[in-house]
Each structure stands twice: as structure tokens, then as C-alpha cells.
């Protein structure tokens, strides 16, 4: 009886997870008749005040988290987005409390092992991951963690997730200078090899940052979604976000659902023909 009971509860599931999947793919067609983001960046913010409001431990909040990242990926996949970036770690985070930055990293190297999990959507979307940051900042578990996810997904074919860890868009800025600088250097001193080069001011061009920033093979986000109701960027993507839509909804994170994204999507839509005029008169000033 108890096994039959089971296998009641298992086809209820298979078939109420067909309904809602048919569901979201006749809402994905209906916005596909607009024009679609190939690039939306989250800034995951919230987890903390989950917890708090739940009265539950800091873990909690974190772990939902995780399961609203999963979620949102899937459905922006479904969608069609090629290219998705989450804001997970700050290098400013690393200013908190000893023990709650150790909680954080034993979460962070638990989290992407998940990610390579065979029945994880990262096989299922063949999705290629990306750590943007200084990953020397991390613990040595996380940062080979790290290492590893990208190396296992390096020849993925399908979408790209790139996770910044130890990120600030200033710390992005200020590497993209220094290794324009560092290529420059080196092509002047290979040219005229008997002549002291002293600096490549003047020689470095805005092509030659972009190219060096970690973001430098993914297009600019179209869309940054921040959670929580919150209006700052928080020094993230600075560079690449001037002409992006800024959605703030006021659900925290780890509450952040289908209809949330479908809402972002549609206010990009009716935002969409300003924001591409001012990214062709951008164009025509370089």
C-alpha cells in the first residue's frame, strides 16, 4: 500500500512538472515576439535578511539562495539568454567576521561541487562556467574548486555562467589597465629592442581595456537585476553596465521567482528602443 502510494505521488509530480514546464514555454513564446536580453547579470542580494526573517540560521538563507540561482538559471535558459553573470562574493565581504567568511567559503566549494554534479544544470544546458575575481583571495579548497569547474566546462558549447568571487568592478578596472600596460610594453620592447621604453601612456586604447577585463568574451549585460529593493551597484560591472536596464525588485533573493524575471524582461522591452538609441550615439563618439 505505502509503495503504491509513492508511485501516486511520483506520477502527480512527473505530471504536474510537465504542466508547469508547458506553462512557462507558452510564456517564453509570448515574450519571444519582443526583443530578448542575450546577457542578464544578478547582483544575489538578500540572502542574510532571508534568514533573519525567518528566524532561521545564516545557512538557510545562503542554501535558498543557491536553490533560487538554480531555478533562475534553468528558466533563463529556457528563455534563450546565452549569457548569464551572478554577483556572488565581494572582495569587501571578506571584511566580516572571520567565522562567517570561513562559513561562506565551506558553503561557496560545497555550492560549485553541486554544480558539476551529473543531474546538475550545468550538464543539463552544457553550460560553460566562468570565476571572475582575484581568485588568489579565496581559500585554496574554493579556489581549486573554482579551477576545476572551469576546466571541466571549458569545451561546453552551451550558455556561459560567469560567477564573480573576490570581485570588484575596481579590481576589474585596475587588472584590465595593468595588463593593457604589460602587452604594450612588451610589443614596444620586441619593435625597438635597442631603445629604453619607459611607459605606455598614451598607447593604450579603450578597445585594449575591454579586451583585458574579465567580461572581455561576453557581450555587455542588457539587463542588471539587484534583489532586495536595493539601488546600487555595489562596484559591480561598472564598465560594462552604462546603457543596461537596472531592474530593483523588492523580493529578497532567495524569494526571487519566475514572475520576477518575466517582469525584468518585460520592462526591458518597453525600455528597449532608448536604450539602443543611446548605445549607437555612444558608438559614434569613439
Not at 506553462?23 to 509570448?30: A, G, Q
Not at 570565476?131 to 569545451?155: C, I, S
Not at 529578497?252 to 520576477?260: A, G, I, M, T, V
Amino acid at each position: 500500500m505505502k509503495y503504491k502510494r509513492q508511485n501516486n505521488f511520483k506520477s502527480s509530480s512527473n505530471i504536474f512538472g510537465r504542466i508547469w514546464f508547458s506553462m512557462r514555454m507558452f510564456l517564453f513564446n509570448v515574450l519571444s515576439f519582443g526583443p530578448l536580453p542575450a546577457h542578464i547579470a544578478f547582483i544575489m542580494d538578500g540572502n542574510r535578511r532571508y534568514s533573519k526573517k525567518h528566524n532561521s540560521k545564516e545557512d538557510t538563507g545562503h542554501n535558498a539562495g543557491f536553490s533560487s540561482l538554480i531555478s533562475t538559471l534553468q528558466y533563463c535558459y529556457e528563455l534563450g539568454v546565452k549569457y548569464v553573470t551572478v554577483y556572488a562574493f565581494s572582495i569587501d565581504n571578506f571584511k566580516r567576521k572571520p567565522d562567517e567568511v570561513r562559513s561562506l567559503m565551506n558553503l561557496l566549494k560545497e555550492k560549485i561541487d553541486e554544480l558539476l554534479e551529473e543531474t546538475s544544470v550545468i550538464n543539463k544546458y552544457d553550460i560553460r562556467v566562468n570565476f571572475w575575481g582575484e581568485l588568489n583571495l579565496l581559500t585554496e579548497p574554493v579556489r581549486l574548486a573554482a579551477k576545476k569547474a572551469m576546466t571541466v566546462t571549458g569545451k561546453n558549447t552551451g550558455p556561459v555562467l560567469s560567477v564573480c568571487v573576490a570581485y570588484t568592478s575596481t579590481h576589474e578596472i585596475l587588472h584590465a589597465v595593468q595588463e593593457s600596460c604589460a602587452n604594450v610594453n612588451k610589443m614596444l620592447a620586441e619593435r625597438y629592442s635597442n631603445e629604453c621604453i619607459n611607459s605606455a601612456e598614451g598607447l593604450v586604447s579603450v578597445a585594449d581595456l575591454e579586451q583585458h577585463l574579465y567580461s572581455g568574451s561576453c557581450p555587455e549585460p542588457d539587463i542588471v537585476v539587484r534583489t532586495s529593493g536595493e539601488t546600487r551597484l555595489s562596484n559591480f560591472l561598472l564598465w560594462q553596465t552604462p546603457y543596461c536596464h537596472l531592474q530593483n525588485p523588492g523580493a529578497l533573493w532567495p524569494e526571487f521567482s519566475l514572475w520576477h524575471l518575466v517582469w525584468s524582461i518585460l520592462q526591458y522591452q518597453r525600455a528597449y528602443s532608448s536604450l539602443q538609441e543611446r548605445r549607437m550615439r555612444s558608438k559614434k563618439t569613439y
